[in-house]
Nanobody, 133 residues
C-alpha cells in the first residue's frame, strides 16, 4: 500500500507563509484524488483542499481559506504540495496528507469540507503548523 510522508510544517508568525509537501512512496493512480485535511486541538478534522491527480485541477478549497492556500502536485515526483500564504492563528493545526483511489468527482466538492470516512483511504502521519500573533 502507498505510504505518505508530510514535511514542511513549523511555527510562523501571522502573515507568514509555509509550503507543505507530501511524498508518496509510489505513484497515485491517475484517476485518484489527493488532499489536505487539518485538525486543530479540540476540533474535528476539516478538509482544506483536494486535487485531481490526472490533470492537476484543484477540486476543492475550504471556504475559510479565502484564497490564501494553493494545492498542486508533481506526478513525476509523486509529491503533493500546499502553499499557505497570509497565515492566521486559526490555521494552527496538524495537517494531514491523504489519498483516494476514487476520483475527487465521486463526491460533491462540498462533501470534502468533512471528508466521508472511507473516501481518503491512505493518510500520512501529519505535520504541525503553528501560527502565532
Amino acid at each position: 500500500q502507498v505510504q505518505l510522508q508530510e514535511s514542511g510544517g513549523g511555527s510562523v508568525q501571522v502573515g507568514g507563509s509555509l509550503r507543505l509537501s507530501c511524498r508518496a512512496s509510489e505513484s497515485i493512480p491517475s484517476g485518484g484524488c489527493m488532499g489536505w485535511v487539518r485538525q486543530a486541538p479540540g476540533k474535528e478534522r476539516e478538509g482544506v483542499a483536494a486535487i485531481m491527480i490526472q490533470d492537476g485541477r484543484p477540486y476543492f478549497y475550504a471556504d475559510s481559506l479565502e484564497g490564501r492556500f494553493s494545492i498542486s502536485r508533481d506526478n513525476a515526483k509523486n509529491t503533493l504540495y500546499l502553499q499557505m500564504n497570509n497565515l492566521k492563528p486559526e490555521d494552527t493545526a496538524v495537517y494531514y496528507c491523504a489519498s483516494s483511489r476514487y476520483s475527487c468527482a465521486a463526491v460533491p466538492a462540498s462533501a470534502l469540507r468533512q471528508p466521508p470516512p472511507n473516501f481518503f483511504t491512505v493518510w500520512g502521519q501529519g505535520t504541525q503548523v503553528t501560527v502565532s500573533s
